[in-house]
T-cell receptor, first 115, second 114 residues
Framework: EPEVTQTPSHQVTQMGQEVILRCVPI?????FYWYRQILGQKVEFLVS????????KSEIFDDQFSVERPDGSNFTLKIRSTKLEDSAMYFC?????????????FGPGTRLTVT | QQQVKQSPQSLIVQKGGISIINCAYE??????FPWYQQFPGKGPALLIA?????SEKKEGRFTISFNKSAKQFSLHIMDSQPGDSATYFC?????????????FGAGTRLAVHP
């Protein structure tokens, strides 16, 4: 069964450093999302992406964040200058391009630890 | 208005019992209500979902009940098993132009005791 994959599974970085989190969505999906989950809290929407542009972003997704689809398979989230409060699990999700299809399928996540 | 309120925060059920988790929302524009199951260290996995044009959906031991007038929906796990022990999140979204951000509830940690 196709699944969303994410790398790395765990990233440790120092405050102020740039990180890039990578995702490979399910191959026939064209809607992509990033969510984050601070330890013990609920999952929060960050950004949605379609047709090589951001379709919606949350208040969390400030100028330090960016997303990109550099090729036909990868979808990346970049944090330019990490802060301690960026420590969280980051989940990528994707949806199929089907009229009325709402399902979002999540990857296993990347645990980001900012020290 | 974008919030989804979930209760209880934690739930302990004996094996074979019924687990019930409730969610409430305010935004009447929401038109998709999924439930996700999450095991420690894993991503949320889509369990079951419902649209507001039906009041109930059943898949195996999992049932969603939906009350549009009360703006509430719930997950029922029949014959709960220890393997069901996980965190369950309800969510809601409004389909908009082909994409739909999910608004998650706070989660319910379910423990099923043998």
């Amino acid at each position: 069964e196709p699944e969303v994959t994410q790398t790395p599974s765990h990233q440790v970085t120092q405050m102020g450093q740039e990180v890039i989190l990578r995702c490979v969505p399910i191959s026939n999906h064209l809607y992509f999302y990033w969510y984050r989950q601070i330890l013990g809290q609920k999952v929060e929407f960050l950004v949605s992406f379609y047709n090589n542009e951001i379709s919606e972003k949350s208040e969390i997704f400030d100028d330090q964040f960016s997303v990109e689809r550099p090729d036909g398979s990868n979808f990346t989230l970049k944090i330019r200058s990490t802060k301690l409060e960026d420590s969280a699990m980051y989940f990528c999700a994707s949806s199929p391009l089907t009229s009325g299809s709402y399902e979002q399928y999540f990857g296993p996540g990347t645990r980001l630890t900012v020290t | 208005q974008q919030q989804v309120k979930q209760s209880p925060q934690s739930l302990i059920v004996q094996k074979g019992g019924i687990s019930i988790i409730n969610c409430a929302y305010e935004n009447t524009a929401f038109d998709y209500f999924p439930w996700y199951q999450q095991f420690p260290g894993k991503g949320p996995a889509l369990l079951i979902a419902i649209r507001p044009d039906v009041s109930e959906k059943k898949e195996g031991r999992f049932t969603i009940s939906f009350n549009k007038s009360a703006k509430q929906f719930s997950l029922h796990i029949m014959d709960s098993q220890p393997g069901d022990s996980a965190t369950y999140f309800c969510a809601a979204s409004q389909f908009s132009g082909g994409y739909n951000k999910l608004i998650f509830g706070a989660g319910t940690r379910l423990a099923v005791h043998p």
